[in-house]
């Protein structure tokens, strides 16, 4: 599913719903997540091969443990 179809759910479910209604709260959650996931794979179709050492510290950021 593309991000422009979950952008589409948003404004679907703004129109009826409280901003606190959680249908909303998770189609805004997932929203994010399209947009996310678009962004990181236009950005490494066009980047150099990541080391090891790269990667794993892209991971961390994704699962929330970059500290």
Known sequence: ???????????SLSRSRSADDPDLI?????????????????VV???PPLTADQRSRLA???VGDAA
């Open 45 to 47: 179709a066009t980047a």
């Open 60 to 62: 961390a950021l994704l």
């Open 26 to 42: 998770a189609a805004r959650r997932d929203l994010r997540a399209a947009r996310i996931e678009d962004y990181i794979q236009r």
């Open 1 to 11: 599913m593309s991000w422009t179809t979950e952008r589409a759910r948003v404004a």
